[in-house]
Antibody, heavy 120, light 107 residues
């Protein structure tokens, strides 16, 4: 059974770059979509972007200029970089697996999430 | 961007009652691209329904989804105490967006 685990710094300074990694265990990353989703404290879910195992990406237009998602299937992980962060980027960040085709691209399963706080 | 509007914001019902949650989209899309998630406090969301009406693995049959076009519904036929949670709809037919969530409280 596939499991996902986010890792990275829990505190990032304003204007710096947030970098997170999602480690995938229990299954191959091949032929799936992989996503990042975030949730500010006490608020709803916001999709950040996804990457296909081949490396093609799709980002939330509101974040596109600051986001890069990459994948390394040989190491069974994918990563998120978000540049020029502000307090508004404080959130729990989740990584999820999507489908093998876009029509199946619902998020299942999810990692447990990692809280990233942007503060000096 | 497709905006998903969920209503009501909060639903307070007793065990055994029926809960009806609405998700309305700003433009039409195929029901194939509509999913529902349940999130309990301090936990990651969990997939409940995909393709608007198919239950995910392990989801009790008291949860059901329906709808098409711009109007979708999640129904919990007989509420259990453990159904207390926030429920989100999601579409990925036009980019990918989530609704704002409906909080279900059990009296």
């Amino acid at each position: 059974q596939v499991q996902l685990q986010e890792s990275g710094p829990g505190l990032v300074k304003p204007s710096e770059t947030l970098s997170l990694t999602c480690n995938v265990s229990g299954d191959s990353m091949s032929r799936y979509y992989w996503s990042w989703i975030r949730q500010p404290p006490g608020k709803g879910l916001e999709w950040i972007g996804f990457i296909y195992y081949s490396g093609s990406t799709n980002y939330n237009p509101s974040l596109k200029s600051r986001v890069t998602i990459s994948i390394d299937t040989s190491k069974n992980h994918f990563s998120l970089k978000l540049t020029s962060v502000t307090a508004a980027d404080t959130a729990v960040y989740y990584c999820t697996r999507g489908g093998q085709t876009y029509v199946n691209n619902w998020a299942d399963p999810w990692g447990q999430g990692i809280l990233v706080t942007v503060s000096s | 961007e497709v905006v998903l509007t969920q209503s009501p914001g909060t639903l307070s019902l007793s065990p055994g009652e029926r809960a009806t949650l609405s998700c309305r989209a700003s433009q039409s899309f195929s029901s194939t691209y509509l999913a529902w998630y349940q999130q309990k406090p301090g936990q990651a969301p969990r997939l409940l329904i995909y393709g608007a009406s198919s239950r995910a693995t392990g989801i009790p049959d008291r949860f059901s989804g329906s709808g098409s076009g711009t109007d979708f519904t999640l129904t919990i036929s007989r509420l259990e105490p453990e159904d207390s949670a926030v429920y989100y709809c999601q579409q990925f037919g036009w980019s990918l967006t989530f609704g704002g969530g409906t909080k279900v409280e059990i009296k």
